[in-house]
């Protein structure tokens, strides 16, 4: 390393977990004491997220998450929560990713260093929805919904509610040069004056084996900016009726 700049060493000796899970966005649990403190996530509307809970050891280095007692420093859960932090990005290496963030935290300059980063193959190509593999939920169909049961159960949102916006949701698999497959459940981005015309995805992951947060992002070369998830229950083309519906992307 340069000159001047700081080590790993550097983060663990001048952070604590406590300043990771408060910038990766949870919030001290009250209710459990300050001797042992436990940090929990909300959602949108301030309710407590069953199972996104973290507790601080002693010495205030680590943390874990119950039930699993694998102890998490805050080198090691910055890169085992990437998606959690402001700097995450497709394609940046996770030891990057921690120099961004502890740096940040302790308002130390880093000098960028576009080379560390490593650029996706794709990262200018348009969207293509030609590019994946589409599952649909067919409501007259109870046998398509079981592939949609993992990405639900978790997120409390009921059959009825699939039901109401089937048509608004599907998954999508990846069509991948190495041959892996990862399927997202998405809701497809739309501009609001081409509603036909899907310009992009909101991705949502399976929740992980050790019931850590799921994935969330979106599919590459999606319209961020203009793209909206819309579902239209009403008669009246979207730009004119003004009425959209929306089931909370969690």
């Not at 910055?78 to 740096?103: M, Q, T, W, Y």
């Not at 004056?193 to 019931?211: C, H, N, T, V, Y």
Request: contains cysteine.
């Amino acid at each position: 390393m340069a000159n001047g700049e700081l080590t790993y060493d550097d983060f663990l000796q001048r952070l604590d977990i406590q300043d990771i899970l408060m910038d990766a966005g949870y919030h001290l649990n009250k209710r459990d004491g300050l001797r042992y403190p436990s940090y929990i996530r909300m959602d949108s509307n301030g309710t407590r997220i069953r199972g996104d809970k973290f507790i601080v050891t002693p010495n205030g280095k680590c943390c874990f998450q119950p039930p699993q007692q694998k102890l998490y420093n805050i080198i090691s859960f910055i890169k085992a929560f990437p998606e959690k932090f402001a700097e995450h990005r497709n394609g940046v290496s996770l030891d990057r990713l921690v120099n961004l963030v502890c740096n940040r935290l302790l308002n130390q300059p880093i000098n960028d260093r576009p080379l560390r980063i490593i650029q996706p193959r794709r990262e200018n190509t348009p969207f293509r929805l030609d590019d994946y593999d589409i599952h649909r939920f067919d409501v007259k169909d109870r046998e398509t919904h079981k592939r949609f049961y993992p990405y639900f159960k978790n997120r409390g949102i009921d059959i009825f509610t699939q039901r109401a916006f089937a048509d608004h949701f599907f998954l999508a698999t990846r069509h991948r040069s190495d041959g892996l497959a990862y399927a997202n459940l998405v809701f497809p981005l739309v501009l609001p004056k081409e509603p036909d015309k899907i310009a992009g995805l909101e991705e949502r992951g399976r929740p992980k084996m050790d019931g850590s947060g799921s994935y969330k992002g979106k599919a590459e070369g999606s319209n961020s900016s203009e793209g909206l998830w819309i579902a239209n229950f009403s008669d009246e083309p979207v730009i004119h009726s003004g009425f959209s519906s929306s089931l909370k992307l969690l």
